[in-house]
């Protein structure tokens, strides 16, 4: 199908254009993330749900939102939900996310640094920290 004639594009050359499993792209549509048209009793997608087929990947893809969050956002403000809460609280867990890569990161370095061809058995902060985590007898 070709948009010239306005006709849009038939479920398997978006999954084909996008890289998705055609049964992706009608997971997304039972979940309320799209709405293509019908002809025929076939979907027919146009160019907004491309885009918002676009956003659906951007959004898993670089922010880590699941499809319930991802559908809040493209909602809008509607209802009883605020897609800004949605956004926050996804902003949050990337905080956490940031700080335990950091923690990972500063431990990890810390090994590296350590003089001992053995920091397991003899690096004295790895066996305090291993010690703070035994349980007590």
Request: proline share 5%.
């Amino acid at each position: 199908m070709s948009t010239e004639s306005g006709a849009g594009w038939s479920v398997g050359e978006v999954a084909a254009r996008f890289g998705l499993a055609v049964s992706t792209l009608h997971w997304w549509e039972k979940c309320g993330l799209l709405a293509p048209e019908r002809a025929s009793g076939r979907r027919v997608y146009r160019e907004a749900e491309l885009r918002r087929i676009a956003v659906v990947q951007l959004l898993q893809g670089t922010a880590g939102m699941a499809l319930p969050e991802i559908a809040a956002l493209l909602e809008g403000s509607t209802g009883d939900r605020d897609w800004r809460a949605v956004v926050r609280g996804r902003v949050a867990r990337c905080e956490e996310q940031l700080d335990q890569v950091r923690r990972a990161r500063d431990y990890l370095t810390h090994l590296l640094e350590c003089p001992s061809e053995h920091p397991v058995a003899q690096c004295p902060y790895l066996a305090a920290d291993i010690d703070s985590r035994l349980p007590a007898p």
